[in-house]
């Protein structure tokens, strides 16, 4: 069936350095994209979400960007600092469909 | 003030037991969701309702019934505990069902003994 991944299971990056998460989706009918972040112990949070009809996103230090040619998504993080360190999840929905989750990419920051 | 609470965040049963979990969201959301996040973190939907009404049923046993008392609340019995059982659940709530993220509280870890 369809369903929405991600390229890397874990990443590590420097404190201060750019992060950039992936994940692709085979649902090509998506139109409705979220991600997510959860640390230890507490419920996925919101990050910032991004529809069909746009390709890039900006919030405060991250950036989404989706490609809807070879259906992709990615989560760029500025200056990662430590308490970025989380599971990142992306998740993708059609219409009113269910939320459909990736298996999720944990971020480790080094200080 | 918590956006979206459950209780209890931990709950220790035997096999075969029936239990509750409750959530309650005070965000003025229409639409609340249960989900189950496994072992390996991978989160599944379980239940959606919308205005107190049921609108997704994910393949989830019998065992589970859910039930909202109003759009504030949702809530989750199972009955008759099995090993499987053990895992994260999840509170959702979101403003419609279309182009609107879902905000969530921070789970239930079940543990069946």
């Known amino acids: 069936g369809e369903s929405v991944g991600l390229h890397l299971p874990t990443l590590s990056v420097q404190e201060g350095d750019n992060s950039i998460i992936n994940c692709a989706y085979s649902n090509s009918a998506s139109d409705y994209f979220i991600w997510y972040k959860q640390e230890s112990g507490k419920g996925p949070q919101f990050i910032i979400d991004?529809?069909?009809?746009?390709d890039k996103r900006q919030g405060q230090r991250v950036t989404v960007l989706l490609n809807k040619t070879v259906k992709h998504l990615s989560l760029q993080i500025a200056a990662t600092q430590p308490g970025d360190s989380a599971v990142y999840f992306c998740a993708e929905k059609r219409g009113n469909t269910p939320l459909v989750f990736g298996k999720g990419t944990r971020l480790s920051v080094i200080a | 003030d918590t956006a979206v609470s459950q209780t209890p965040k931990y709950l220790v049963t035997q096999m075969g037991n029936d239990k509750s979990i409750k959530c309650e969201q005070n965000?003025?959301?229409?639409?609340m969701y249960w989900y189950k996040q496994d072992s390996k973190k991978f989160l599944k939907i379980m239940f959606s309702?919308?205005?107190?009404?049921?609108?997704i049923n994910e393949t989830v046993p019998n065992r589970f019934s859910p039930k909202s008392p109003d759009k504030a609340h949702l809530n989750l019995h199972i009955n008759s505990l099995e090993l499987g059982d053990s895992a994260v659940y999840f509170c959702?709530?979101?403003?419609?069902?279309?182009?609107?993220?879902?905000?969530f509280g921070d789970g239930t870890r079940l543990s069946i003994l």
């Open positions: 309702y919308n205005n107190k009404e049921l609108i």
């Open positions: 991004i529809r069909s009809n746009m």
């Open positions: 959702a709530s979101s403003r419609g069902q279309i182009n609107q993220p879902q905000h």
């Open positions: 965000l003025g959301h229409d639409t």
